[in-house]
């Protein structure tokens, strides 16, 4: 019989994951949803330039989930965790192909510190997916999974401008990110190390939208 996650236990943890997610996910930030990305003049280089920083940040394999994965051993996220990175495997694919039918990255002032900077936050999030704090790790795969959402949306908004189809997503949902986020937190150490694993990966998120806009920003006033 498949595990699931038990329902006995308090959802304080989950309910946080999903405040924090949803007070400070990329669906807050005003880029990702803004005119000037999806719709303006220039949101061809601008969905472009998405397109290629997502996929240097998270195109990687292993990336977050699979690293956390070998940081958890409790059966219910584990179980989680391998059902999202089967997932994540599509999403990588599809931002492969991305990068491909956007062509070259769009040239703007400092590009070097630019890739610099997103390379630094694929370090950071690594270095947060294997943190020996128990919850850590899986907070910031829930929230990735969580987060990816939002930005998926805006990935099917530059696959269409560029022509190709998207996959399906095909990433565990809400419901069951709260139930694992609430069957884990078995102490508040837990729930206090899940929750700034995911508030550290949502920052980083942030940090990323900031980037594109700044260079979103650069290249229009050039």
Same mark, same amino acid.
């Given at each position: 019989?498949?595990?699931?996650?038990?329902?006995?236990?308090?959802?304080?943890?989950?309910?946080?994951?999903?405040?924090?997610?949803?007070?400070?996910?990329?669906?807050?930030?005003?880029?990702?949803?803004?005119?000037?990305?999806?719709?303006?003049?220039?949101?061809?280089?601008?969905?472009?330039?998405?397109?290629?920083?997502?996929?240097?940040?998270?195109?990687?394999?292993?990336?977050?989930?699979?690293?956390?994965?070998?940081?958890?051993?409790?059966?219910?996220?584990?179980?989680?965790?391998?059902?999202?990175? /089967?997932?994540?495997?599509?999403? *990588? %694919?599809? =931002?492969?192909?991305?990068?491909?039918?956007? &062509?070259?990255? @769009?040239?703007? +002032?400092?590009?070097?510190?630019?890739?610099?900077?997103?390379?630094?936050?694929?370090?950071?999030?690594?270095?947060?997916?294997?943190?020996?704090?128990?919850?850590?790790?899986?907070?910031?795969?829930?929230?990735?999974? /969580?987060?990816?959402?939002?930005? *998926? %949306?805006? =990935?099917?908004?530059?696959?269409?401008?560029? &022509?190709?189809? @998207?996959?399906? +997503?095909?990433?565990?949902?809400?419901?069951?990110?709260?139930?694992?986020?609430?069957?884990?937190?078995?102490?508040?150490?837990?729930?206090?190390?899940?929750?700034?694993?995911?508030?550290?990966?949502?920052?980083?998120?942030?940090?990323?939208?900031?980037?594109?806009?700044?260079?979103?920003?650069?290249?229009?006033?050039?």
């Amino acid at each position: 019989m498949a595990s699931t996650a038990r329902t006995d236990r308090p959802q304080g943890a989950g309910e946080m994951l999903a405040a924090l997610v949803a007070e400070h996910g990329s669906a807050r930030h005003p880029y990702s949803a803004s005119q000037a990305l999806l719709e303006g003049e220039h949101s061809a280089r601008n969905l472009a330039d998405v397109a290629h920083f997502v996929c240097l940040l998270h195109g990687r394999y292993p990336g977050v989930i699979e690293l956390a994965a070998q940081r958890v051993t409790d059966p219910i996220p584990r179980a989680w965790l391998h059902r999202a990175g /089967l997932g994540f495997a599509s999403e *990588r %694919a599809f =931002l492969a192909r991305l990068v491909v039918a956007a &062509g070259p990255i @769009p040239s703007t +002032l400092g590009q070097a510190r630019s890739e610099a900077a997103v390379i630094g936050q694929t370090h950071a999030l690594a270095t947060l997916a294997q943190s020996e704090r128990n919850g850590c790790a899986l907070g910031a795969a829930l929230a990735l999974v /969580l987060d990816w959402r939002p930005i *998926r %949306a805006v =990935l099917d908004g530059a696959a269409q401008r560029f &022509g190709i189809q @998207p996959p399906p +997503l095909d990433l565990p949902g809400l419901k069951d990110a709260i139930a694992v986020a609430a069957d884990s937190a078995t102490t508040p150490g837990i729930e206090r190390a899940i929750g700034f694993g995911a508030q550290q990966l949502l920052v980083q998120h942030s940090g990323l939208w900031d980037l594109l806009e700044t260079r979103e920003m650069a290249r229009r006033d050039a």
